[in-house]
């Protein structure tokens, strides 16, 4: 894939097929299950990183006329278990683009003025301005994850008791998908990545970060607790990717327990969809050009005039007036 020493742009046909067997978008039926968390797309490691070295390349050129062209916004949201390799893959994707025309913001658990106000309160403050890549290391999802694995937190949202019913969870589906319809209708693409980890590559990945003390800051005794909430996390992603997957605001689910493919569908999938906003550089009105090829005269005359002054006092040394 390399050209001239730099890695070549892949088709869009190469680009899809790395990530429609990911892409869930509510047009058919939907089994997490079905989805194997050790794909890896008939590549090897070196094809992979190619692969994404070119996709970053060609996601510092569309950040660039996004923020140029300021119309559209984009809002990348990544969600997964502990150790699924949200962090990791934010900051390899990610590397090169302009840090002005991206925001990245992580949630955690929510502070007592976040509770509040209304679930998504918190989430919908940080949204991505026209011209801008917003990424959200986790979400508004947890509000359907965590908090439906433990109810009892409901209890500290300050929620009134007779709004706390059996169809919550999926009044909280109907809240998320209309407000990822009006980012939609209003300029923002919405891309949300599931990262699919095995349960024995997390334990994995816990264990490498017990063994290396460098990586010992990453772990933490709720891990374990939560790892044995397994099934019921993979049942409300199961639901939650069901009930929230459209084609303006489509899930890919990512095959996790290989990092280096995970970041090729993802950066894949990315630039397949900023490749379909036709981005342009903005186009300079005529009374403006004119203007412009006057300043540029004249900025061409100045350095004329700079090269010139040197030589007058040349001359006026030689005639002994220096």
Same mark, same amino acid.
């Given at each position: 894939?390399?050209?001239?020493?730099?890695?070549?742009?892949?088709?869009?046909?190469?680009?899809?097929?790395?990530?429609?067997?990911?892409?869930?978008?509510?047009?058919?039926?939907?089994?997490?299950?079905?989805?194997?968390?050790?794909?890896?797309?008939?590549?090897?490691?070196?094809?992979?990183?190619?692969?994404?070295?070119?996709?970053?390349?060609?996601?510092?050129?569309?950040?660039?006329?996004?923020?140029?062209?300021?119309?559209?916004?984009?809002?990348?949201?990544?969600?997964?278990?502990?150790?699924?390799?949200?962090?990791?893959?934010?900051?390899?994707?990610?590397?090169?683009?302009?840090?002005?025309?991206?925001?990245?913001?992580?949630?955690?658990?929510?502070?007592?003025?976040?509770?509040?106000?209304?679930?998504?309160?918190?989430?919908?403050?940080?949204?991505?301005?026209?011209?801008?890549?917003?990424?959200?290391?986790?979400?508004?999802?947890?509000?359907?994850?965590?908090?439906?694995?433990?109810?009892?937190?409901?209890?500290?949202?300050?929620?009134?008791?007779?709004?706390?019913?059996?169809?919550?969870?999926?009044?909280?589906?109907?809240?998320?998908?209309?407000?990822?319809?009006?980012?939609?209708?209003?300029?923002?693409?919405?891309?949300?990545?599931?990262?699919?980890?095995?349960?024995?590559?997390?334990?994995?990945?816990?264990?490498?970060?017990?063994?290396?003390?460098?990586?010992?800051?990453?772990?933490?005794?709720?891990?374990?607790?939560?790892?044995?909430?397994?099934?019921?996390?993979?049942?409300?992603?199961?639901?939650?990717?069901?009930?929230?997957?459209?084609?303006?605001?489509?899930?890919?689910?990512?095959?996790?327990?290989?990092?280096? %493919?995970?970041? !090729?569908?993802? +950066?894949? *999938?990315?630039?397949?969809?900023?490749? #379909?906003?036709? @981005?342009? %550089?903005?186009? !300079?009105?005529? +009374?403006? *050009?004119?203007?412009?090829?006057?300043? #540029?005269?004249? @900025?061409?005359?100045?350095?004329?005039?700079?090269?010139?002054?040197?030589?007058?006092?040349?001359?006026?040394?030689?005639?002994?007036?220096?």
């Amino acid at each position: 894939m390399a050209r001239n020493g730099k890695s070549a742009q892949p088709s869009a046909k190469q680009l899809k097929s790395y990530v429609d067997p990911f892409r869930v978008d509510g047009s058919q039926e939907f089994h997490l299950k079905s989805h194997k968390p050790g794909e890896k797309g008939g590549l090897d490691k070196d094809a992979a990183r190619a692969l994404v070295d070119a996709n970053r390349g060609k996601m510092r050129e569309l950040q660039e006329k996004l923020y140029a062209q300021d119309r559209w916004s984009v809002l990348l949201i990544f969600q997964g278990m502990d150790a699924a390799g949200k962090d990791s893959a934010i900051e390899n994707v990610m590397s090169g683009i302009n840090p002005q025309g991206c925001q990245v913001y992580s949630f955690k658990q929510p502070s007592t003025k976040e509770l509040d106000h209304d679930f998504m309160w918190r989430t919908s403050k940080c949204a991505p301005e026209r011209g801008r890549i917003g990424i959200f290391n986790r979400s508004y999802y947890e509000e359907v994850l965590v908090v439906r694995v433990h109810p009892e937190i409901l209890a500290k949202q300050r929620i009134p008791p007779e709004l706390v019913t059996k169809n919550i969870w999926r009044e909280r589906f109907e809240d998320i998908t209309s407000y990822e319809r009006y980012l939609a209708r209003n300029g923002t693409l919405i891309l949300k990545f599931f990262l699919n980890i095995s349960k024995e590559e997390q334990r994995q990945r816990f264990l490498d970060r017990l063994d290396q003390p460098a990586k010992n800051w990453k772990f933490s005794l709720g891990d374990v607790a939560e790892r044995k909430l397994w099934d019921k996390y993979q049942a409300a992603y199961q639901d939650l990717i069901h009930h929230t997957s459209a084609k303006h605001a489509p899930w890919i689910v990512v095959p996790a327990d290989h990092k280096w %493919f995970a970041r !090729v569908v993802i +950066s894949s *999938a990315i630039v397949s969809a900023m490749e #379909k906003l036709n @981005l342009k %550089f903005p186009e !300079v009105d005529k +009374s403006d *050009a004119g203007e412009l090829k006057k300043v #540029k005269a004249a @900025l061409e005359g100045e350095g004329r005039s700079a090269v010139r002054v040197p030589k007058a006092k040349a001359t006026a040394a030689k005639k002994g007036n220096v």
